[in-house]
């Protein structure tokens, strides 16, 4: 495919890059503006920059070989409902967050622990998963970016690696996340661009929509139906999976650190989970388009289905046009790669060295030293040390999901959770999915068909976080809470944190009175419980293979966890009370018809009727309508809230 169109475009790009590296370079200052791009950002560039970084190879170039092999149920659970996870982990996360990094200097995940819960153990163990699963994610990331780069410039694979590898590290470590989020912003800006393009380019190869769904369909029926060849419960359980763990996510949490101004939340959600949307038609279109060519006889099948999206655009589209696609594909990894050098940089020189009693002077410069240490180290792993992959892929989004949603999701709403929870947690996490692959491997352990791993952590590390937090001493958990929430850390029980000078935040920076705020907290609690027990419900029929017990309650958990992050101002609560309550119901009525009918033999849409419910109305209601909302709730939001506090200068 190396010609000189793809050469020009190829080297455009990555110049592109560089330059934007070494304007970044020229405001780098501090660690601030390195690890969080000086807290400067906008809602566009944060919110582009959230999906491009969410929106990796895997979601792009995985998720079109898997629908041309299994069919739209691959989208199921890797994609249609995502955009509603980005609506969730803003109403979950997104104005807490914000005002923490104001209030404590909080530049990553392990930071927000640390001043959430002034726990040791629990500092130590989200910093070394951050570190771990970085380097994990690294290891995708670069195998994606040889095989992508090797096309365009007709390398072999490892020296396409270290070329994507090379450019994503000199402009991360010359610019840092100051770096990382425009040139998402540009990589994501591409990756909508070409996605469109190439969705209706497919279909009118392979003779339109129509066509392509009579023909699959009549060499395969099942290959339209909503779950496909897969059980049940495997594919909602991974359904719930990708939904609720976008809220636990580091480099989506990160981008709410970063933002100038909490005004600049209200539209973020909507223009992120609309372009995750967009590029979802990336793998619709290609997956399908060539499925029903192959059939047609059209087309040659690929020789495996990872060569899907590449053997389409050799054979079907001019190498100037392939080249901009392929493009797009590698944008969408460098994106994925530049967040997570930053956020293991971050982890090691400033939380892991510091939660074991070694703080980092110089954390600029080592941070970029670090950058470029995960950049070699990933891209070792993956050629020299391939034996520690497959350990290494357990670490991905299923782990950090389980890691992070309870210690921060409900942890920075819910005054009763602890340190101690916080650190199970986050154990539990990491060796479940590292345990499962283990064993799995060594044939000690064979796991059930309907069983989702990844599913299966989330719900049970959210559950042990609840129980742990319910068990364990709770004396000082309210006023540590009130601490974080105020912004006043007091002592410090970790040995590595100093106290904000309490003239750094007002006399009273919560609008509600004692009674407004126990009021508030006893309706987190029941949140709480709710969503406990839902997770239950949910858990029991990912491991007893019951698809019921996980569909009918999923649009409940989304309506408990928009209210959750509404509940700690009580009077924004009772004014979107009931339109939430209405929104979970449309979804609850939407989902129960899809997952009523997924066996039955009636037509909507050219597609089975569940399937069709799927495409035609929920994706686009969801994709759409849960940022809106959310833009509404934060807008009430803001006309009820104080103004904000004064950035404290240092958690050190």
Request: with cysteine; glycine share 10%.
């Amino acid at each position: 495919m190396e010609s000189v169109s793809v050469i020009v475009i190829i080297a455009v790009y990555f110049l592109l890059m560089f330059a934007i590296g070494f304007w970044a370079n020229r405001r780098m200052k501090s660690s601030k503006e390195f690890l969080v791009a000086g807290q400067s950002l906008g809602f566009f560039v944060m919110a582009i920059a959230s999906f491009s970084s969410i929106q990796s190879g895997w979601g792009m170039v995985g998720n079109t070989g898997a629908v041309y092999d299994i069919g739209t149920s691959a989208l199921l659970g890797a994609a249609f409902l995502v955009p509603l996870g980005f609506a969730l982990a803003w109403f979950l996360l997104g104005s807490r967050l914000h005002r923490a990094a104001g209030r404590h200097s909080a530049y990553s995940v392990p930071d927000l622990v640390r001043a959430r819960y002034r726990s040791r153990p629990a500092h130590i163990a989200m910093s070394a998963a951050m570190a771990v699963g970085a380097v994990a994610y690294m290891t995708s990331q670069i195998s994606a970016m040889g095989i992508i780069a090797s096309l365009l410039l007709g390398t072999s694979v490892q020296t396409g690696a270290w070329i994507g590898a090379g450019v994503v590290a000199v402009y991360t470590v010359a610019g840092g996340m100051l770096a990382a989020v425009w040139t998402d912003l540009i990589q994501g800006l591409l990756m909508i661009v070409m996605s469109v393009a190439i969705f209706f380019f497919a279909l009118f190869a392979a003779g339109g929509w129509s066509a392509v769904l009579l023909t699959t369909s009549a060499a395969d029926p099942a290959y339209l139906s909503l779950t496909g060849p897969q059980p049940e419960a495997f594919i909602f359980g991974y359904m719930v999976l990708l939904v609720f763990g976008a809220a636990g996510q580091p480099q989506l949490i990160t981008k709410f650190l970063m933002l100038k101004d909490r005004r600049e939340l209200r539209w973020g959600a909507a223009v992120s989970g609309v372009a995750y949307g967009v590029t979802t038609l990336f793998s619709l279109g290609i997956g399908l388009s060539l499925k029903a060519m192959v059939i047609s006889g059209d087309a040659a099948a690929p020789e495996t289905i990872d060569n899907t999206t590449t053997d389409f655009l050799s054979q079907f589209t001019s190498p100037v046009v392939a080249g901009l696609a392929l493009t797009a594909l590698l944008a969408a990894v460098m994106s994925s790669a530049s967040s997570f050098i930053t956020i293991g940089a971050a982890a090691v020189v400033r939380d892991l060295s510091s939660s074991l009693g070694f703080p980092v002077r110089r954390e600029l410069l080592w941070s970029r030293i670090m950058s470029a240490v995960i950049t070699v180290l990933a891209v070792l792993l993956v050629f020299y040390l391939s034996q520690a992959i497959f350990i290494l892929g357990a670490i991905g989004w299923a782990a950090f999901a389980a890691a992070i949603l309870g210690p921060i999701g409900i942890g920075v709403h819910w005054r009763r959770a602890t340190g101690t929870a916080a650190a199970s947690a986050v154990i539990v996490a990491l060796g479940s999915n590292l345990l499962v692959v283990v064993l799995e491997a060594g044939g000690v352990l064979t796991v059930a068909p309907h069983m989702h791993v990844g599913g299966i952590s989330l719900m049970l590390s959210v559950l042990v976080f609840v129980g742990v937090s319910l068990l364990t001493p709770g004396e000082r958990s309210a006023q540590l809470f009130r601490e974080f929430e105020s912004g006043d850390l007091g002592g410090s029980s970790d040995g590595g944190s100093a106290a904000v000078p309490p003239a750094a935040v007002p006399p009273s920076t919560v609008s509600q009175s004692a009674g407004g705020i126990a009021a508030a907290g006893r309706t987190v609690g029941r949140l709480v419980g709710a969503l406990s027990l839902i997770c239950a419900v949910m858990l029991v029929g990912m491991l007893a293979d019951l698809p019921a017990l996980i569909i009918y309650p999923t649009p409940v958990l989304v309506g408990v966890i928009m209210l959750l992050g509404c509940a700690g101002d009580p009077g924004v609560l009772r004014a979107v009370r009931v339109p939430l309550l209405a929104y979970t119901g449309v979804l609850f009525v939407l989902m129960t018809a899809m997952a009523a009918t997924r066996h039955s033999e009636a037509v909507f849409g050219g597609m089975p009727v569940a399937t069709g419910i799927l495409l035609y109305v929920i994706w686009p209601f969801t994709t759409v309508t849960a940022g809106l909302l959310y833009a509404w709730v934060h807008s009430l939001t803001l006309r009820s809230a104080p103004a904000e506090a004064p950035r404290a200068e240092s958690l050190r």
